[in-house]
């Protein structure tokens, strides 16, 4: 199978989780969970687009997950210890000005779960939408352009609800 077909299914079912992380009213753990699912397709899909730096943010943000939905770590520990990865694998993966879209994303990403308010999570998904849906633009990721269009409509949807 061709690996840009291969790469935009797991874009899709990528945005299929990440879509419904923004309509989650209560609960950190299910945004969580459902953030894993989803960055571990998006992983995938960027690995078979050859979009490295995307594809090394996606599996640090299964990390940050993994890590923050266990109570018995320190956020705060946490935290730092991601961006320490993200900072060296940003590093290592960097091509140019555009590859560094998807490390923005990411860390604004990671900033808006550490922090336990709902409400601002979604708020702080506008930027990281921006970066993302720049970022599909760039690849050429066809299905990760018009998801993430979606998903950018998604958080504002997201935002209004109460």
Not at 48 to 70: D, E, P, T
Request: charged content about 10%; proline content about 1%; glycine content about 4%.
């Amino acid at each position: 199978m061709n690996t840009y077909i291969l790469s935009q299914i797991f874009v899709v079912i990528s945005y299929i989780f990440l879509i419904n992380t923004y309509q989650v009213k209560k609960s950190k753990k299910l945004i969580l969970v459902l953030n894993i699912v989803a960055c571990t397709f998006s992983a995938l899909g960027f690995f078979f687009l050859k979009a490295y730096i995307g594809c090394a943010m996606s599996m640090i943000a299964v990390l940050r997950n993994i890590l923050f939905a266990n109570k018995n770590l320190n956020k705060n520990d946490s935290l730092i210890l991601i961006m320490v990865i993200m900072i060296l694998l940003s590093l290592y993966t960097y091509e140019n000005i555009f590859s560094l879209l998807p490390v923005m994303a990411t860390l604004i990403y990671t900033i808006s779960i550490w922090q336990d308010s709902n409400k601002l999570y979604k708020i702080i998904g506008i930027p990281v939408e921006i970066c993302w849906l720049s970022y599909h633009i760039y690849i050429q990721s066809l299905f990760g352009i018009i998801l993430e269009s979606f998903l950018f409509v998604s958080v504002i949807i997201g935002i209004r609800k109460k």
